[in-house]
């Protein structure tokens, strides 16, 4: 599907440059196949030096001779991106965006009828190879692109498609869920230590219990209210725990945590 394909990252940060990574890694495509752009003068000698990639201050030059344009700019600077570029954006490009809050038809007013359009949702442990993204597909993708876009975001973890109606959720869920689970590893960290765990210790049980507990959640064929009930004996410390979590509605604050991401995605995606 790649084969003589070439690939443009417009934005050389950290998840433009994490993607190029994963792309070369799993050998999807050469890194002779693709040019990063930045302002960022340092930074693309850097990415030149370290990954042997192509690099160009001149997003429109760059994306003239590019298949597939992988926007990864600040939703702040979309518009001008897209003016940039929109001149040499034509109808046998795809354009894939992973700019919180744009939709795909902001995207589409700036190119000519008929680009071909995706947004996409990753998540911060792409970083590690471990990522969640979600794919939505604009008015004009077609079923190819968006396997197109699987290949290239399952390079750095696991995607899936939704309609773009429910990318704010996505927002809200997976791409702020990082830090809720962030927060939730520190509370147990300092947990620990107030029970007595001298610090560094604490913080290598919490983290390592919220990542074998992710797996197990992924590779158990039970649910996780199912693995719950195993580690919960009557009478013991794990439902003395659950009990205190309850009362303190870590469910229900949880749940409002996303609701607020979700919003406040929406209201971005409204430019407030």
């Not at 302002?39 to 160009?56: G, H, Q, T």
């Not at 003239?64 to 490009?93: C, G, H, R």
């Not at 876009?149 to 973890?157: D, S, W």
């Not at 290598?204 to 004996?233: F, I, N, W, Y």
């Amino acid at each position: 599907m790649f084969k003589g394909k070439k690939i443009v990252i417009i934005g050389g940060g950290k998840m433009g440059s994490i993607i190029a990574q994963g792309l070369i890694a799993h050998k999807i495509i050469s890194s002779k196949d693709i040019t990063v752009t930045d302002i960022d003068a340092a930074r693309l000698d850097f990415l030149r030096s370290s990954m042997k990639l192509k690099v160009s201050h001149n997003n429109e030059k760059a994306v003239k001779n590019a298949d597939i344009i992988i926007v990864a700019v600040k939703p702040q600077n979309m518009s001008s991106t897209l003016k940039e570029i929109s001149s040499a954006i034509d109808k046998t490009k795809i354009i894939i965006s992973i700019a919180a809050g744009i939709t795909t038809g902001f995207i589409e007013s700036y190119l000519a009828q008929g680009v071909r359009v995706l947004r996409v949702m990753p998540n911060t442990p792409a970083l590690i190879g471990e990522g969640a993204a979600a794919v939505a597909k604009g008015s004009c993708a077609k079923k190819s692109d968006v396997k197109l876009a699987h290949i290239i975001f399952n390079a750095v973890g696991i995607s899936v498609e939704v309609e773009e109606a429910l990318m704010d959720a996505v927002t809200g869920l997976s791409g702020s869920g990082p830090a809720y689970c962030f927060l939730i590893i520190e509370a147990l960290i300092d947990a620990g230590e107030q029970m007595g765990l001298p610090r560094n210790l604490a913080a290598k049980l919490a983290m390592q219990t919220m990542l074998g507990s992710a797996l197990l959640c992924l590779h158990s064929d039970k649910q996780p209210a199912q693995l719950r009930e195993m580690v919960t004996s009557p009478g013991g410390t794990t439902v003395a725990g659950l009990k205190a979590l309850e009362e303190g509605k870590i469910r229900a604050t949880i749940i409002s945590a996303v609701e607020a991401a979700t919003k406040r995605s929406k209201e971005l995606a409204g430019g407030k």
